[in-house]
Structure formats: structure tokens, C-alpha cells
């Protein structure tokens, strides 16, 4: 390929945006979200305390956030109308396609739609995360022939997010590990969604629009798809030999192993996927079954030593959500729920400081002289 100026394939290393939300910062290894260490963040604070400081720019206290909590539980329900959209949709449907659909059915009953002021968006970002376990956990349902799930009040909202698409309320423990992922999933700096959902609101374009066009970046497995795909792979495998064996012919066959690899960590451990892997320990100790533990251990130093690759938040979420009894077609939606405040709040800054994205190509096709 002839090098070409300002010309960086999938845009590596360019940097698209100023943004005051966060900051993979790789030199000092730590994840800078509003100014602090996301994962010094993720050891004493809970989702609801991450949503107040990327929406409202601080940590809440205890009122401010007892206020938040039941703002996102005012928007627990949704239209009826939309559970009828969703038994429209072949059975076959993924549930990121029925999130898709569902956040663009819900953007017809704001009656603001068209307004992109500073608090008309965040509303709209509180109204999303309200409703978006519902989406999730009741267009799966309906896609699987189960009841529909009311959501319950009572619980917290991580606890009550678990609530609706387990069935099951969670132990303090499942709360704890469940809320955990969502605070490690909430931002990330600039990965595709996130660009995408800036790309479309730099046209003024809507939150939802936005947030519709992230779902579908997400659910690709080079990016937040690969939680499912690696849960796929490990469930190839019975034993650590067989999972062993089965990357290193996924490795000859020249497959990329889903749960490795990071653009901007390249050779570094995301340090997400610690998190994960401790929780994962604290749940396999639990249940007395560490079998998922020693195979992901296993991957992990196979990896390492054939390509000097590291896991993924992924990577280790995976073992997780299936130790927390969560269905796999599911990681994905959790992923994006969680993820919504940190799309919206950069949808918010770019409405608040706007210029179109608007990019050029290297022309690589043919010219002709138009003649009859
Ligand atoms: N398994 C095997 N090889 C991998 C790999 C993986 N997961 N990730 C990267 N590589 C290799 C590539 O084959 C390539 O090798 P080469 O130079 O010999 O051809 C090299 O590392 C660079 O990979 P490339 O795909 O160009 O890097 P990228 O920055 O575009 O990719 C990802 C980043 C995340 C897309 C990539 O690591 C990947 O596909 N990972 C698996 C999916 C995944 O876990 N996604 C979630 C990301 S949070």
C-alpha cells in the first residue's frame, strides 16, 4: 500500500476529539474518567455514583444520589407499544437488534425531540437508562416465548437490572460482581460506538439516533460482541487441555482469539479485565467450581506466549455473566445498558460544542472520460 499523508486505516492513533469525559491514559497505565482512576473508581463506588459523575460532572452524595435513583426509576416503564413492536420480530432476532429497534421506537414519544439543550439531553440520557433493562430484559423474553418481567422498585437499580433478566433477584454478592461490570463497561474513552454516536449527533442529529447507530457498532465482535463470542469459545472446550488446544488451532489457522488484543493497549493488559478476573476467582471460590478460572488462566499464558497478547475486559466478563446464570445472548445488551452513560454523555458534549465530522478518502478506484 502507497503511504499517503494524513491518511491513518481505521484511523489509528488519530485523535478525533477534545472531550472532558475520559482518557485512556497509557504512559501512567490508568483509565482517566472526569479526572480520576477508573479503576481506583470501580473499588468504592457503584454504577449510580459513575452515571452522576458523567452526567452531572461530580460524585453524588448520599441525597444526590437517592434523587438519582429515583429519577431512573420513573422511567422504568415503557410504552406498552413497544412490547407488541417486539413480537413482531422473527424469533431469530438478536437481542442487540431488538435494542436497536427498541431505542428508535421510544425516540416517537419524546415530545422535545428537537430540543439539544444542556437539559433537555440529559433527561433524555436519565429516561435511557431507565428504560433500557426493560428493553433488553423484555425483547429477549419476548423473542423467547417467556413471560414478560415487571420491574421491581425495591431493588437497586443494578440489583434490579440482574432482577429482570435472570428472573432471579441477586444475592449480595451477584450484586455486587453485576454492578461491578457495569461500572468497568460505563466509558471508555473513543472506541467505535462511541465515535459513531459522536459522528451522528455532529450532524444535530438526536440521542437517540445516536445511541440507535452505537447499538449496532457494538454488537460486532471485534468490538463489545466479543463478550459473547468468547463465552462461545470457552463452551468449546471441556478441560483446560481442550481449551488449550483449541486456540492454538484457532492461532494456526490464523483466527483472530476474541477476548485479546486492544487497539489503543495493544500489548498491555487491559486493566478492566483484573477487575473481572478477581470477581471471577470470588465466584468460582464461591461455587466451588473453578473449572471457567483455569481455562481462562490457561488462555491467558497461551497467549502471552504464542502472541504477546493480552486479555480484555471481555475476556474475563464472559466467565463472569455466565457464572452470575446470565444468558449469553445478553452480554452484549448488558454491555451497551451499561455503556448508555458514557454514549450519552459524549452525545451531550458534542451537541454542546458541535463541528460535523466530515473526513476525506484516499481514491484508490478508476477515472474515464465520459463519452457516448
Ligand atoms: N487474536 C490473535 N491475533 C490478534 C488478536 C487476537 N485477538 N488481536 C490482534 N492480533 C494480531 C493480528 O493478527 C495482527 O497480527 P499481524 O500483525 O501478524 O497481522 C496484530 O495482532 C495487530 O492486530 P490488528 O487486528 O491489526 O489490531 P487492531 O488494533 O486493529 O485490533 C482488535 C484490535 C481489538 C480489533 C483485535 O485485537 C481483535 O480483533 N481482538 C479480538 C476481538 C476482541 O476481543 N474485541 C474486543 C476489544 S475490547
Known sequence: MTQVENFFPGLDGVIASETKIS??????????????DLIELSKQ???????HLLLE??????????????KLKSYYKVQEAIYEVFKLLPKQTHPMDALRTGISFISGYD????????????ERAYRLLGTIPNIVANSYRILTNQ??????????????????ITGQKPTDLQEKIFDLSLVLYSEHEMPN??????????????????LTGAVASLKGNLHGGANEAVMHMLLEAETVE??????????????????FGHRVYMKKIDPRALMMKEALKELSEIKGDDLLLRMCEAGERLMEREKGLYPNLDYYAAPVYW??????PLYTPIFFGSRTVGLCAHVIEQHDNNRLFRPRVHYTGERHAVSK
Request: hydrophobic share 35%; proline share 3%.
Open 23 to 36: 482518557f485512556l491514559d497509557t504512559v501512567q497505565g490508568q483509565i482517566v474518567m472526569k479526572g480520576y
Open 45 to 51: 463506588y457503584r454504577y449510580l455514583d459513575i452515571v
Open 57 to 70: 460532572d461530580k460524585l453524588p452524595n448520599q441525597e444526590e444520589k437517592r434523587k438519582l435513583e429515583n
Open 111 to 122: 415530545d422535545d425531540i428537537d430540543n439539544r439543550a444542556l437539559d433537555a439531553n440529559k
Open 147 to 164: 413471560e414478560l418481567v415487571q420491574p421491581d422498585q425495591e431493588l437497586s437499580y443494578s440489583a434490579n437490572f440482574y432482577y429482570m
Open 193 to 210: 460506538s462511541t465515535f459513531t454516536s459522536r459522528v451522528i449527533a455532529s450532524t444535530q442529529s438526536d440521542l437517540y439516533g445516536a
Open 242 to 259: 481442550e481449551f488449550e488446544a483449541l486456540l492454538e488451532t484457532k492461532l494456526l489457522n490464523k483466527e483472530k482469539i476474541m477476548g
Open 323 to 328: 457464572m452470575l446464570g446470565i444468558p449469553i
